[in-house]
Nanobody, 121 residues
């Protein structure tokens, strides 16, 4: 069965950076579009970014465009999210998942435990 293990979160000041990682097992990683999602306190989970299986196509939600960069290493079955110029509104638990319906991205599988990012001074 598919398993997602997210890591790299933490407390960072506004304007700071973090790099999240997500190790994926139980699926043919290189065959799937992978994405990052986040859920802020009291809000629904939302799409953040996705990358196609060949690391060519990317898509970002408007609020992170130009600040976040998604990447993947198919040899390591790992997807990354480099987050720069972090803002307090980026505070959330971040999750990765296989992505379906690129027009309105949603996660395909049960969610992992996520990694908490807190942006605060």
């Amino acid at each position: 069965q598919v398993q997602y293990v997210e890591s790299g979160g933490g407390l960072v000041q506004p304007g700071g950076s973090l790099r999240l990682s997500c190790a994926v097992s139980g699926v043919s990683f290189c065959m799937h579009t992978m994405g990052w999602f986040r859920q802020a306190p009291g809000k629904e989970r939302e799409f953040v970014a996705l990358m196609g299986r060949r690391s060519i196509a990317t898509l970002y939600t408007a609020s992170v465009k130009g600040r976040f960069t998604i990447s993947r290493d198919n040899a390591k079955n790992t997807v990354y999210l480099q987050m720069n110029s972090l803002k307090p509104e980026d505070t959330a638990v971040y999750y990765c998942n296989r992505v379906v319906n690129i027009a309105a991205p949603i996660g395909l599988d049960p969610w992992g435990q996520g990694t908490l990012v807190t942006v605060s001074s």
